[in-house]
């Protein structure tokens, strides 16, 4: 069972920048497609960004495409989510998820994911 742990969140100004990272450990994150998905109090954990394992492909959702930006360093075993642009609406708590071994590809939805970090804060304001 891989492990992940979520760092970089924080408490930043509207127009700000934060770099979320994910470090697996326990286990390898290669073959595997990771991504992020956040939570906001009250709402329904919602996917942001995926990229597969060779990071030739990723995935935005709409409310953050052209902000934030998904990599990859799989010899770290690490994923980064840079954001950029930060709106008060992007205030979540941010998680790291890896799909099961051999899904290298796209996904979007949380049944997609078999591994869950315990989330960071991210708090914007205005």
């Known amino acids: 069972q891989v492990q992940l742990v979520e760092s970089g969140g924080g408490m930043v100004q509207a127009g700000g920048s934060l770099r979320l990272s994910c470090a697996a450990s326990g286990g390898t994150s290669s073959s595997r497609a990771m991504g992020w998905f956040r939570q906001a109090p009250g709402k329904e954990r919602e996917f942001v960004s995926v990229i597969t394992w060779g990071g030739s492909s990723t995935a935005y959702a709409d409310s953050v495409r052209g902000r934030f930006t998904i990599s990859r360093d799989n010899a770290k075993n690490t994923v980064y989510l840079q954001m950029n642009s930060l709106k008060p609406e992007d205030t979540a708590v941010y998680y790291c998820?890896?799909?099961?071994?051999?899904?290298?590809?796209?996904?979007?939805?949380?049944?997609?994911?078999?591994?869950w970090g315990q989330g960071t804060q991210v708090t914007v304001s205005s």
């Open positions: 998820a890896v799909r099961p071994f051999g899904f290298r590809n796209i996904a979007t939805t949380t049944a997609d994911f078999g591994s």
